[in-house]
C-alpha cells in the first residue's frame, strides 16, 4: 500500500498538507440544541475570572448541574457534521472527567494526596458521551487528540498563527494560564507536523522508487525536529511546573489508576461491567511515535511491560493516525527489512545516514526533555507514581531513551564502517554525536541508578542534566 494513500476522517488529515493538526480550527462553542452542556462547561473551571469561582472550586457543586443536563442521546445520533461531533466528544469528555475526578482535587487541596474518584457516569453523559465516542470510533474518556489538546484551541488574533501565546483552550479545568501554556504548547509545536510528515512521505517515496539520493529529505526531517525541540522548551515559560497540580488531577485516566477509581467507571445505561481506559497524555502526542518508526528506534524496543504500555498508546489516537502509523511501518520494512538504517548502509549513503543520526539525537532531546518535565511537574510535585496515561512514572520514558541512544551508537558505527562523508554539515553532525553520546549514556546510567534506589530526590535526578550539560532550562 502506497503511504501517500488518503489518512483523513474529515477532522484530522495525516497529510503534508496539515500534518497532525486538523483541517481546520475546531468549533469554539457547541451548537444551540446542547446550549444546557456548554452553559456547565462554561461555568465549571476552578478559575472563571480575576473575581470569580467555577463550579469546580466548590465541593459537589458541579454535581447538580451535571444531573439536570438533557440526555442529548438521540441529538448525537442524527449529527453528521464531523467537526460538530467532535466538539461533543471534547465537551462529555471534559464533563465526564471533571465530575468523577472532582473529589480527588478537593482532596488534594486539604492534604495533598489524591482522593477517590467518583466511579459512576450518570445515564444523561454517559449514554450520549459513548453515542458520540463511538461515531468517532475511539474510547469514552478524555483524549489528546479530539479532546484536550489538538481539537481545543482557539486563536486570540485570529490573524496570527499557532504560537501558543496566540491560542487558547475552547474548554478548560483548572482556568488558569499555566493550564492554557501547558496544552496549547503541544498545539504550537504540531503546527511544523506537516513539514515533518511531508519529509517522511518523500523520503519512503523516493526509496520505493529507487532513488538514492534522500539527504536532502533528511534533512528537512533534522531541520523540522530541531525547531520542534525549540518550541517544546517554551513550556518553562509557558506553564510553571509548580502549578502542575491545579490540573494534573483532571486529566488522570482510569486504567492503572486503581487507587482513585477501584475496580473502574460505570456507564449508567450503556455497559454492565466498569470499564477502565487511559487518561490523556502528551505520550498520545504523533510526532515521536512516527519518528520511531521512520528512523528505526522501533527495531531497538526492548521486550517488557514498558513497551506493551508503549503499544497500547498506539490504541488511543484517531483511527486515520493508526492506519497512518501501520502503513508507513509496513513501508519502511518494505524498503529494507532493517528500516531505513538498513536501506542507507546498503547504498553506503554516509551522507544520509548523518543526517539520520542528527535525527535520532532530536528526538533523544524531545524524550529527554519531556523526561526533564516529568522530573520537575511530576516528580518533584507529588508522590502518587502513575502518570495520567496510567504508566509507571520513574521508568516509562527512559525505557525509550535508551532505544535512542542504542540505535544512535549503531547508526555511528555504520557511518565509520564506510567512511565519514566530506559534506561539511553531514560530518560536523557526525563529529558531534560521537563526542556527545558517551554523556547521553552517561546522565540516563546515573538518573536510572538514583531512582532504582528506594528513597530518592527528584532534585537529584534533575541535577544530574545540569552536571551533563542536558538542562532545558538554560
Known sequence: MSILSNYSDGFFDVSAAHGFLPT??????????????????????????????????????????????????????????????????????????AYLLEPSYQQFKIDGKYGKARNVLPKNIAMPFCKVADKLDVFAWLDYHYAYSLGNYRKLDASGDLNWEN????????????????????????RYSADLVGSVMQTLQALSNGEKNVAPFLEKNWETMKQMNIRRKEMWKASRWQRYNDFRIFIMGVKGNTDLFGDGVTYEGVWDEPKAFRGQTGAQDDIIPMQDIFSGVI?????????????????????CVQHF???????????????????????????????????????????????????????ANTKYAIATGGTPITSWIPNQILSVIHQMEDVAAAIASIGAPSDTLALSIYEKNISLLPTKRGLIDGQLALIHKNDFSAEAVFALNQKFGYDDTE
Open 24 to 97: 481546520k480550527a475546531p468549533m469554539v462553542k457547541l451548537p444551540a440544541t446542547y446550549s444546557d452542556l456548554q452553559n456547565v462547561l462554561d461555568a465549571m473551571p476552578v478559575v472563571l475570572n480575576e473575581k470569580e469561582f467555577g463550579l469546580l472550586h466548590t465541593p459537589n457543586a458541579i454535581v447538580a448541574p451535571v444531573l439536570a443536563i438533557e440526555n442529548h442521546v438521540e441529538a448525537i445520533e442524527k449529527e453528521t457534521d464531523i467537526f460538530v461531533l467532535q466538539a461533543l466528544f471534547r465537551s462529555y469528555s471534559f464533563l465526564a472527567s
Open 325 to 379: 502509523f501501520s502503513d508507513l511501518q509496513s513501508s519502511m520494512k518494505g524498503v529494507h527489512p532493517k528500516g531505513l538504517m538498513g536501506k542507507l548502509l546498503d547504498n553506503k549513503d554516509a551522507k544520509s545516514l548523518c543526517f539520520l543520526l542528527g535525527i535520532l539525537e532530536e528526538i533523544y532531546h524531545f524524550r529527554n526533555g519531556h523526561w526533564q518535565f516529568v522530573q520537575k511537574y511530576i516528580m
Open 299 to 319: 527495531f531497538y524496543y526492548p521486550e517488557n511491560e514498558l513497551t506493551k504500555y508503549l503499544l497500547d498508546l498506539r490504541l488511543y489516537r484517531p483511527k
Open 167 to 190: 491560542i487558547t483552550m475552547c474548554n478548560k479545568f483548572s482556568g488558569q494560564p499555566d493550564e492554557v501554556g501547558f496544552i496549547m504548547l503541544h498545539v504550537d509545536i504540531n
